[in-house]
């Protein structure tokens, strides 16, 4: 079970992460019509506006995630949102196309998506850190399925300048949730190295590249399915487009019900790489499904369904195995460059599904996102199954300096990272049970004054 401080700072965190999504998703269903009232506004240019936020997340978050592995991750949260929340009130100030695309871009450079993973993992313990994962992914899906709700809704009420404020607004509330956030600082054993070595260290690693590879082709798939959906649903389905969130948001909610269940097992019982390999598995079955049965409303919607259950099976997976395959000295930098892959995946899948809607051959479309999801089947097949640490709590000690302290930590065999959160008192000690010996045990028993079960 998580303790009261990981369920608050798993909100906190998942609240950031779903306002902001939030504040960028409800662009997405109603710029195409609403951006044509900018001066200069072209179809090219309208698109861009939605897109180059994108782009700039994808390209700022390693330079941002370089600096949270040396320096406190929450300021640079904070940088993070109020570069959205600028961002929005340019575009909101705007009266040519020109001003909207400079506000989205700099939206997009408030690209600290990785930076608010790395501190969701700094303070959860290592036995619960798929449970906060699976929540802030869940969190983006909630807030994929309001946005394009209540987008349409707002713009009628405030128009499209007035959705830009909103998304001011929700930059600025997302901050507050930091206070709610404790602060850390982090002790590791590993010497610092120049920032290009550290990237080099992470791009050099295979398994964490296949994780890559998979945020990539999961973020890709999600994307292209949503161009390439919608048209299907009204003319095989008979839903209309104003109605489709209600197609989407039970079918979010029946995927928490093998999510969860999913994580747990993934965890509890060291079957990450089984429960992976299967969700992608899922993922394929579902575009197999839509393959041979999209004319049917109901094989539509199961074929829907798999891919949604399998989807967010991966999306609480992904962070957690990352974080245990990243480095502890550089958590953040894998994170910046799986959340770069992301964005890209999202980039590259709105093209391939814009260039699937001219084929004229519905069948012929989900055999490619098919035969996409079986490459990254095979890729996938040779990840070694992640390292796992285990935490535990310690209270802080009364008679030593805090840093006296962690450095006799750090030097006893087994343990990996201290995180100290002077405000509780307390701090998590991260170890490979692993490479615990009994002459480890006896060091820890020693320094701590009483025996630890390990």
């Not at 401080?5 to 195409?32: C, D, H, Y």
């Not at 920032?195 to 890559?212: P, S, T």
């Amino acid at each position: 079970m998580m303790n009261a401080l990981e369920r608050r700072s798993t909100f906190a965190l998942s609240s950031i992460f779903a306002l902001r999504m939030l504040g960028l998703f409800m662009i997405i269903p109603v710029f195409s019509v609403a951006g044509q009232s900018y001066q200069g506004a072209t179809p090219a240019l309208i698109g861009l506006a939605v897109g180059v936020y994108g782009l700039t997340q994808a390209i700022l978050q390693i330079p941002f995630s370089l600096l949270a592995d040396r320096f406190s991750r929450k300021p640079l949260v904070v940088l993070g949102l109020l570069l959205f929340a600028l961002g929005g009130a340019i575009a909101a100030m705007s009266e040519t196309i020109y001003g909207v695309i400079i506000g989205r871009a700099i939206a997009g450079g408030g690209a600290v998506s990785a930076v608010v993973m790395a501190l969701l993992a700094d303070v959860t313990r290592e036995e619960q850190r798929s449970k906060a994962m699976a929540v802030m992914g869940m969190s983006i899906g909630v807030s994929f399925m309001v946005a394009f709700s209540l987008g349409p809704w707002l713009t009628s009420l405030v128009g499209i300048s007035g959705l830009f404020w909103v998304t001011t607004v929700m930059g600025l509330a997302a901050i507050s949730m930091l206070l709610l956030v404790p602060k850390v600082t982090r002790h590791h054993k590993n010497y610092q190295q120049g920032y290009l070595a550290q990237l080099k260290q992470v791009l050099k690693m295979g398994d964490l590249n296949r994780l890559h590879v998979s945020v990539f082709t999961l973020h890709l798939l999600l994307t292209a399915m949503f161009i390439y959906m919608p048209s299907q649903l009204i003319q095989f389905a008979d839903i209309p487009l104003a109605s489709h969130g209600l197609v989407y948001l039970p079918l979010l909610i029946i995927s928490l019900f093998f999510a969860f269940p999913s994580i747990i097992l993934a965890e509890k019982y060291r079957k990450m790489r089984g429960i992976f390999l299967t969700a992608i598995g899922g993922i394929i079955l579902g575009l197999l499904v839509l393959i041979f049965g999209y004319e049917s409303k109901y094989i539509l919607l199961a074929g829907l369904g798999f891919f949604f259950i399998a989807f967010n099976v991966m999306e609480a997976l992904l962070p957690s195995w990352l974080s245990k395959s990243a480095p502890i000295q550089s958590k953040a930098t894998a994170m910046g460059v799986n959340a770069s892959s992301q964005f890209l995946g999202a980039f590259f899948g709105g093209m391939i599904g814009g260039q699937l809607l001219l084929l004229n051959n519905t069948a012929m479309g989900w055999s490619i996102l098919t035969g996409i999801a079986i490459v990254w089947l095979l890729i996938s097949f040779s990840l070694a199954q992640p390292r796992y640490l285990s935490s535990l709590v310690l209270r802080l000690p009364e008679t030593k300096q805090t840093d006296e302290w962690t450095s006799q930590l750090l030097a006893i065999r087994g343990i990996e990272e201290v995180v100290v959160m002077s405000d509780q008192q307390f701090a998590y000690v991260k170890i490979d049970k692993q490479l615990i010996n009994e002459a480890a045990r006896q060091d820890l028993t020693q320094l701590l004054g009483k025996d630890v079960a390990i």
